[in-house]
């Protein structure tokens, strides 16, 4: 069965280039601020900084306010924050990563001992200065479609509400992995809010991580607005009976996803006889992987029987 995903889309997927932060945020040469001593480290955000580290302070919500409308200013030239054990509302958070989209040439920011690779979530997005936006010195780089890995972290709500905001905006973003990184029922929402509107990602990967029935449902209503995402990976989570039927019933609905990728759950034979009934009317799905399926109901359904290679099940393609 051909592909329904266009030749250039496919091509674009099996060359992009993954980003991940590695190392590169620890090489900045840190100004480290002293518990109590908070106004020094505004002075250095002031005097053309390059990289911040607010850990020992722990900074409050007022404060993360004020560090807020320093990143706004044009003569603020940081590139890389460490706010770790910081105390912020979600109200405030949002207010972060709104700075982030638009008014701040920050590259990296740590939140939570993982540090967000803002500059590549942002994609084109660049500061804004009162004539216009700014021109991006690697604005050549950043038109090239890629990915972002962000697998193997363990984000907060605060860490996905950056996340989320800023590759809504982004165009050039083609792949973002999350598996393992503990995202569960409450901080896959800013996720899946993003999702709705992105019209670029077209693979998502959030297996290996802790989404359970609420998870799952913001996921599928995210997907029923969804107009881009050809495959996701929601394997390996704690996804129930009704987590399942939220997917089927979103299957009803989406003209765009190819792949759907669920093992390994905990909705069992029910939710999976739910899904291979959904898919019976679903016109786009071409590859699907399953548990708790038989053989014979997958060719009953148009699909052919999972394959096991080299110790790795490979998913039922549609006949």
Known sequence: MASGLCPCCEAALQSVNMYRVEGKFSEFPFESVDEGDFDTGIEYLRNGSKAVDFDDVMVNESQVEIIIQELRKPSCELEAL???GSSMS???????????????????????GYPLPIQALRGD????KDDGPAENEDSEERSVYTGVDLSEEKFTLFDTIVIGRLFQ????????????????DENVAPIATSLAKNT???????????IGSVGAMTIS???????????IYLDNNSIPIDGATAIAAMLAVNKTLLRLHVRKNEFG????????????????IESFS??????SDLSSSGFSPSAKTDDVIEPSIKT
Not at 92 to 105: G, I, M, R
Not at 125 to 128: A, D, E, P, S
């Open 82 to 84: 460490s706010l770790y």
């Open 90 to 112: 979600r109200d405030v958070a949002e207010k972060l990563a709104e700075v982030l989209l638009y008014d701040s040439s920050l590259k990296f920011l740590n939140l939570s």
């Open 125 to 128: 997005q660049g500061r804004i």
């Open 169 to 184: 905006e982004n165009n050039h973003i083609l792949k973002i992995d999350l598996s393992s990184s503990y995202i569960g």
């Open 200 to 210: 670029s990602v077209l693979t998502l990967n959030l297996s290996s991580n802790i």
């Open 221 to 231: 209503e995210a997907l029923r607005e969804n107009t881009a995402l050809t495959e």
């Open 269 to 284: 034979t029910e939710g999976a006889g739910v899904l291979l009934a959904a898919l019976e009317t679903n016109r786009t």
């Open 290 to 295: 399953c548990d708790h399926i038989n053989d």
